[in-house]
Each structure stands twice: as structure tokens, then as C-alpha cells.
């Protein structure tokens, strides 16, 4: 799983995701009259891109099953992104979904977010679920948060928020108050926190990696942080060297 964060502000949207992928295995055991299920999660990478951004400058976030065995969803939704210059986030989200449709069955969701002359200054966030078949605008004019995917750490800490701790008493996260950077640190926050209490509390982690973000304003989008594949020293250092009296060779 993942999970997806969008925080909008007077300012903007910014819209981030992390970058693990994990394969989860259900298993099935039946014994006489009952039947028990076990869930497997596998760690496979710390690179999967699950943030894109299009031509028309609208957010695409995807979270959930993200396996075809036919195509790679990572260039469809590359190609996609290319492509698509489209300004109205309501249409790109449903490009999308029917996009999606057409490689998985269930459990994907994603956050697409962007600005356009109808939506003014306020800009639009759209949720969409392929299970359900369904595109869905986040309600309200007035600044927010949504989560998507691996989303109970961070809505619990919501709600502990609101409720407040003794003396203090609880009014919830400040959007309104928010500036773009402050935006930015706590798609950050939420995203590595996740992570820190899945690893504590279920001894898996199905949140890690880099943190993508794209920022989205009326006068324009922007990646603030992409990933893209690297060397890595550590693994070319398994290269075969040999060392003879003090000089290197290549064998």
C-alpha cells in the first residue's frame, strides 16, 4: 500500500506520495467448516513512482493495486501525463479512471488535483476509486487535508487534534493558517510518520522511500521533489575488482 497526501491552502495544493512497493499475498486455509485468511506483505522496492504530473499541470496520485500483467501503469501514466494538457481536473480524473480500469479490477484510489479557469482560485481535489467506479470532488471551499491509502495513522492523529489532551484543548490541524511550506512539511510529516508506526506497531512498513511532491498554484505546477533512478556506489562496489600487491584490476 501507500500512502497519498494532498493539503490545500489559500496559496495552493500540494499534492505528495511515497515510493514503496510492496506485493501482498492473501492465502486461504480451509479446515473442516471454517476458513482462515492470511495476509502476506512483501517488500520489493523503495523506487516505485506513484506521483505524476500532466502537460495542463494537474496532479495525479495513485495508490493501492497497482500490478498489470499486461502493461507497465508506470508508462501508461508517464504517457498519459505527457500527453494530456487538459486544465479541468474533474475530466483528467475521469481520463484516468477509465484509464485505470482498463489494466486493474479493485482496490486502487488515487487524488488528482490541479487549478483551472473554472475552478478559479480555489483549485479542486478529486478522489477516485476504481472499485467503485467512481470520481469524487473533496468538498468544501475552505483549506484541508485528504489522505488515501495507508491513511489510519494520520487520521488518528486528526482526530486526537480536534479533541485536545488535558488542558488543551483542541481545534485540529490549522490548515487555514498553512503557508505553502508549511504544506509541503506536513505532507512530509504524515508520510514519515506513517512509516515510523507501521514499522513499530506491525513490524512491516508498506510506506517508505523518498517523498514525491508536486506543488500547484493559479499561476502554475512544479515538482518540488521527483524521483528518478540512480547509481548506487554501494552495489557497483560488487563489481569484480581484484587487488594484487596494492594495484587495482578489472577482471
Same mark, same amino acid.
Given at each position: 500500500?501507500?500512502?497519498?497526501?494532498?493539503?490545500?491552502?489559500?496559496?495552493?495544493?500540494?499534492?505528495?506520495?511515497? @515510493?514503496?512497493?510492496?506485493?501482498? %499475498?492473501?492465502?486461504?486455509?480451509?479446515?473442516?467448516? %471454517?476458513?482462515?485468511?492470511?495476509?502476506?506483505?512483501?517488500? $520489493?522496492? =523503495?523506487?516505485?513512482?506513484?506521483?505524476?504530473?500532466?502537460?495542463?499541470?494537474?496532479?495525479?496520485?495513485?495508490?493501492?493495486?497497482?500490478? @498489470?500483467?499486461?502493461?507497465?501503469?508506470?508508462?501508461?501514466?508517464? %504517457?498519459?501525463? *505527457?500527453?494530456? !494538457?487538459?486544465?479541468?481536473?474533474?475530466?483528467?480524473?475521469?481520463?484516468?479512471?477509465?484509464?485505470?480500469?482498463?489494466?486493474?479490477?479493485?482496490?486502487?484510489?488515487?487524488?488528482?488535483?490541479?487549478?483551472?479557469?473554472? &475552478?478559479?482560485? &480555489?483549485?479542486?481535489?478529486?478522489?477516485? =476509486?476504481?472499485?467503485?467506479?467512481?470520481?469524487?470532488?473533496?468538498?468544501?471551499? !475552505?483549506?484541508?487535508?485528504?489522505?488515501?491509502?495507508?491513511?489510519?495513522?494520520?487520521?488518528?492523529?486528526?482526530?486526537?487534534?480536534?479533541?485536545?489532551?488535558?488542558?488543551?484543548?483542541?481545534?485540529?490541524?490549522?490548515?487555514? $493558517?498553512?503557508?505553502?511550506?508549511?504544506?509541503?512539511?506536513?505532507?512530509?510529516?504524515?508520510?514519515?510518520?506513517?512509516?515510523?508506526?507501521?514499522r513499530f506497531t506491525y513490524g512491516y512498513?508498506?510506506?517508505?522511500?523518498?517523498?514525491?511532491?508536486? $506543488?500547484?498554484?493559479?499561476?502554475? @505546477?512544479?515538482?518540488?521533489?521527483?524521483?528518478?533512478?540512480?547509481?548506487? *556506489? &554501494? $552495489?557497483?562496489?560488487?563489481?569484480?575488482?581484484?587487488? &594484487?600487491?596494492?594495484?587495482?584490476? @578489472?577482471?
Open positions: 500500500m501507500t500512502l497519498l497526501v494532498s493539503v490545500k491552502t489559500k496559496d495552493g495544493i500540494v499534492v505528495a506520495s511515497d @515510493s514503496r512497493i510492496t506485493r501482498v %499475498r492473501r492465502m486461504e486455509k480451509r479446515e473442516l467448516l %471454517r476458513k482462515t485468511t492470511k495476509i502476506e506483505e512483501t517488500f $520489493l522496492s =523503495d523506487s516505485g513512482n506513484k506521483l505524476f504530473l500532466t502537460k495542463g499541470g494537474v496532479a495525479i496520485a495513485i495508490a493501492g493495486n497497482l500490478r @498489470s500483467k499486461k502493461i507497465s501503469l508506470f508508462n501508461e501514466l508517464t %504517457r498519459f501525463s *505527457d500527453e494530456n !494538457d487538459e486544465k479541468d481536473t474533474v475530466k483528467v480524473a475521469k481520463s484516468v479512471l477509465e484509464l485505470l480500469k482498463r489494466t486493474v479490477r479493485y482496490g486502487t484510489v488515487g487524488i488528482v488535483a490541479g487549478y483551472s479557469d473554472k &475552478d478559479g482560485k &480555489d483549485g479542486c481535489i478529486c478522489l477516485l =476509486d476504481v472499485e467503485k467506479n467512481d470520481v469524487s470532488i473533496a468538498d468544501g471551499k !475552505d483549506c484541508f487535508a485528504t489522505y488515501l491509502g495507508e491513511a489510519m495513522p494520520i487520521t488518528l492523529m486528526s482526530e486526537l487534534a480536534r479533541l485536545g489532551n488535558g488542558s488543551h484543548m483542541g481545534e485540529g490541524f490549522q490548515f487555514s $493558517l498553512f503557508t505553502l511550506q508549511d504544506a509541503v512539511d506536513f505532507c512530509c510529516f504524515a508520510i514519515r510518520t506513517t512509516e515510523q508506526h507501521l512498513n508498506t510506506v517508505g522511500g523518498n517523498v514525491d511532491i508536486v $506543488l500547484i498554484t493559479p499561476s502554475g @505546477s512544479r515538482w518540488l521533489r521527483r524521483s528518478e533512478p540512480t547509481l548506487d *556506489d &554501494d $552495489l557497483l562496489a560488487l563489481d569484480n575488482i581484484t587487488v &594484487d600487491n596494492g594495484e587495482v584490476s @578489472s577482471t
